[in-house]
């Protein structure tokens, strides 16, 4: 397991695709569970301490997807941090599958919105590079790799070099390399924000294909309402800093694998309104 803040393993913490996870589906716990949750920073300038994220509580089912909203600098990240293990609360715990989280875990991966791919690997060794530093066999990772790449629409570019791809390319090989480790929970830090707008949707369709097909719990920050609706199950929503959940906004809408399709449901529109009205967005 290898998890670090500043190199392009940070989208990747997990147990071999194909390995043996203890995971128990009747489990009594959520998946993953914020319970009153807030962080403080000290800097050298401001040495009394500054919350993010005060009195955050929240849990998520397996298989279920949550997005997150708000306003710049409320927080969002920092949740995701600690959901990793990256950070330690300040106050309150963070819970996976009913353990506390203390250091990052196998069972969590984190996406970020940069793919940090490794220029000197290849796509496929990049997809292949968590697997490896778990030791698993180079059968198994090739084939494992192979699988995602076709998945992704990758295959014929296993052998080329990040710089050779488009940037949406090369956010599906980050995501084909965030699979690769089979983790239980992705955590995803606006995956797409980074890409145009058409192949932002194509990639939001390969997640939640993935998504949807692995059975996985996911935590997604999105500063785009439509997506966040696209996606999710649930959208929590945060007020400024110090950030805590204000709203709490079930979709309740199907295709949730087919987000594309989704977004054109009658249905999107007034729960776009909704949202928007509790970030006051359009308020003079």
């Known amino acids: ?24 589906p009747h489990s009594e716990f959520p998946e993953l569970e914020f319970r009153e949750v807030g962080k403080a920073f000290v800097t050298r300038d401001h040495p009394e301490p500054s ?7 929240f849990s998520i089912q397996r298989g279920e997807v949550v997005a997150i909203i708000g306003p710049s600098g409320c927080g969002k990240s920092t949740l995701l941090n600690m959901g990793s293990g990256l950070y330690r609360p300040t106050n309150g715990c963070v819970f996976v599958d009913g353990e506390k989280v203390t250091r990052p875990v196998r069972k969590i991966a984190f996406m970020l919105q940069k793919d940090l791919l490794m ?11 968590g697997l490896e530093i778990a030791r698993v066999p180079a059968a198994t990772r090739r084939e494992v790799s192979g699988d995602l790449l076709r998945r992704c629409g990758l295959a014929d570019f296993a052998n080329r070099y990040p710089h050779q791809l488009s940037g949406g390319m090369r956010q599906r090989a980050a995501l084909a ?24 949707m194509t990639l939001q369709q390969d997640l939640a294909r993935a998504l949807a097909e692995r059975g996985k719990t996911a935590l997604l920050i999105t500063h785009d309402i439509v997506e966040a609706i696209a996606l999710s199950d649930r959208v929590l929503v945060m007020s400024p800093r110090p950030g805590r959940i204000v709203a709490e906004i079930p979709v309740g809408l199907p295709m949730r694998d087919n987000p594309m399709q989704r977004r054109k449901l009658p249905e999107v529109g007034p729960l776009v309104a909704r949202l928007m009205d509790l970030l006051h967005i359009g308020e003079v």
Do not use: Y
């Not at 998890?3 to 989208?11: E, G, K, Q, W």
């Not at 919350?51 to 509580?57: G, T, Y």
């Open 1 to 24: 397991m290898f998890l670090a803040m500043d190199t392009p393993l940070t989208s990747i913490s997990g147990a071999p695709a194909g390995s043996a996870v203890s995971r128990d």
């Open 51 to 57: 919350f993010a994220v005060r009195d955050v509580s």
């Open 119 to 129: 220029p000197w690997r290849t796509i496929r060794a990049n997809v292949e590079l």
């Open 177 to 200: 390399r965030t699979l690769a480790i089979d983790p239980e929970v992705l955590l995803m830090d606006e995956p797409f924000s980074a890409v145009d707008a058409q192949t932002k």
